[in-house]
């Protein structure tokens, strides 16, 4: 994939309702993210020097983490953390260079975000939790399970890629993808420590995009149960999805209908139910 289509894309099968070629395009508007409540706890944790931010939210029952995109933030989850974090503690961590992460300027990659994850989850006392992973927070996850198998219950993934090549740039010339959407670089420019340094974080992350991940090959050592989200008009190839939940012992597929590759924002209700149903929590 090349850096100029990133660029233009950056501005078992479950049927989880009836979705036809006639179903009702969720993306005819992009919507945002509902506003992200106020954290219970945040901070960062000291990770090979940088600060890797956290918060959390909610105060009784089971961990649950979620991981954003790329060039995204934890303000992405604020259409899932009121539903999660009644009955559940919800950690929202930022990987490097993202939102009020620090970041040294050198290469991005998914390892040293799956390392970065394990750091905060030994700096609050996780043992291990289920990991809920938007794209580039989905590549994270997977790799999680590979690498840190003992540290992952389940894994959700929403929008994920295992190759480089398994994201479709075709669909860049169609809605929602050709929307205008500036809200990562509003953001960054807001909350980032460093907001001056937007173009070259953002150059950085499409740089790992053309290279990364190349773990198609390891996804049969996962050995946790795993879903695969993916919407019905998703950047992800159909064939790639399927490449991926077959590589997995036991893997789940879930095609949110109507939905592209912002089902979280568009379609909250059921992107909330369907991993509510999977990882058996309320």
Known sequence: ????????????????????????YRWKALPAPLPLPAADVSGTVAVQGERVYFETHGTHGPWIIFLHGGTAS??????????????????????????????????????????????????????KAPVVGWSDGGNTALIMGIKFPDRVEKIVTSGSNAEPGGIDTSVFDKPPYTFPNDSSERSY????????????????VFKMWEAEPHIAGQLGQIKVPVLVMVGEYDVIKAEHTKMIVDSIAGAREAVLPGASHYALFEDPDTFNRTVKDFLGVK
């Open 74 to 127: 934890v303000l992405s989850w604020g259409s899932q953390v009121p539903a999660f974090s009644r009955n559940n503690r919800v950690l929202l961590i930022e990987s490097r260079g993202h939102g009020r992460s620090t970041w040294d300027g050198t290469p991005l990659s998914y390892d040293r975000m799956a390392s970065d994850t394990v750091a905060v989850m030994d700096a609050l006392g996780i043992d």
């Open 1 to 24: 994939m090349k850096l100029s289509d990133m660029i233009r894309a950056a501005s078992v099968i479950v049927m989880i309702a009836a979705g036809t070629a006639q179903a009702d």
């Open 189 to 204: 420019k807001i909350i980032s420590p460093t907001p001056e340094r937007w173009e070259a974080f953002r150059d950085a």
